[in-house]
């Protein structure tokens, strides 16, 4: 079987098997991006096979897509984003999330009615944006002794990569700092402004890795974010890393989501975010390297996949936790964790930091912190004897909006606690 028809498959697979919160035409665009890392990883109907080389380019023209047309559509979806910011730098924007024709960003239908700060999705704008910038993180490294890792995307001549005996996955995955400049001087990397910051046959856009380490966490940068400040920058925070995804295949190639960010920094003079405010935020969303098993990194498609137990989307889920509202545990791909323990893992996270920090009282979290226990507990809880059925627990606990529930016996000994996750976990068995 053909590499072309390995890619036919693996995306008709994929558009069979996910639903994601967008229309056609924008899960479309995240899907085929998911099928060129299955590509590069031998995941999905690739079977092991793997071709590192490949891009996102090769994926549409298998599909006998239009490329011109393809590269629209995203950009598009980037542009509204940018018209946004420009809107609300000017005092201007709207609290909805929906371009001039009513359509929600991104084509998700759940940003649709969601009502927003324009100022604080410029802050969550400018720090997502921020945030996998290489420079900024080897500061963050510096500051407090960890390995993030880092790299940029870069035109690469596949001709002088190949003669230089590399490809696409060692870019990506070995480090790389002290060969930039060779890979320049031998025209390996090529300047945007010769490829007219395009592709074509022999000229490919690859991520570069300079220094290695764990990576950042985008499900995490998210979450923190908005337990930092509030709901609607960690919105911010993802619109961000969305147009970190849709860049890699555009008309024009250019890190759009650190462009916008330094726009924002340069044009809007309220914005309430300082380096330091970036510099947490991307320490609390990195992988601790003995964490990397468990910590998830989840991609677009992810973020917007609907649940098909619970019918909610990660980014459903992790905006509730932010609220403190009732929400359904789900299992988050790849780490095969539940939300619940991500959730746990970020509160200790957040508790180990704080703890360490001089400037606690300076967080913007840590009047949350100061607060009585009383103010957060939960009232009225329910209770349920040890010989309750599954099912009876679980119409007790919808029905009562609960999270958990006290398990009783003997006239009301407790005996442990049943929480949403555990109910869920039957389903798996």
Partial sequence: MDLEELIRQDFDHLSKTTELDVIQESEDAILMQSV???????AGMFHKRRFVNITISDIVMALNLDPTQVKTYRQQLIDEIRSYVDQAIQGKASQRLLNPEGQPFLRASRLRNLSVNPASILKGLYLGGLRDDSEIRRDVE????????????????????????LDG??????AHAEGIADY???????????????????????????????????DAAVVCAGLLFDRDVALGVFLADAIDTLEK???????QDNELARYISANYKDLSSSMEDLHRLIYLSTIPEKKVDIVPDSSLRYLLSIDKKTRQTLLDC?????????????????????????????????????????HVASLPIAARLSRRVAEIMEAGVMT???????????????????????????????????KASDLLRVFEE
């Avoid at 996955?169 to 070995?174: D, V």
């Fill in 36 to 42: 060129e890392g299955h590509a590069h990883n031998g």
């Fill in 169 to 174: 996955e060692k870019l990506a995955h070995e």
């Fill in 142 to 165: 510096k500051e407090f002794n960890i390995r993030i890792g880092g790299g940029r995307s870069h035109f690469v001549d596949l001709r002088v990569m190949k003669h230089l005996n």
């Fill in 249 to 255: 295949y555009v008309l024009r190639y250019s890190d």
């Fill in 384 to 418: 349920v004897d040890l010989s309750t059925s599954v099912s009876e627990a679980i119409q007790k606990m919808l029905a009562g909006n609960k999270n958990f529930l006290v398990v009783t016996q003997n006239g009301g000994k407790i005996v442990g606690v049943v």
């Fill in 318 to 358: 992790y905006l509730a936790f932010i609220e403190g509202k009732p929400l359904m545990p789900m299992t988050i791909w790849k780490s095969k964790i539940t939300t619940t323990e991500f959730f746990s893992y970020i509160n200790h996270r957040f508790l180990n930091f704080e703890a360490a920090e001089a």
């Fill in 184 to 218: 320049k001087r031998s025209g390996m990397i090529v300047p945007p402004e010769k490829c007219y910051y395009q592709e074509s046959e022999f000229v490919r856009y690859f991520h570069i890795r300079d220094r290695l380490g764990p990576g950042h966490s985008d």
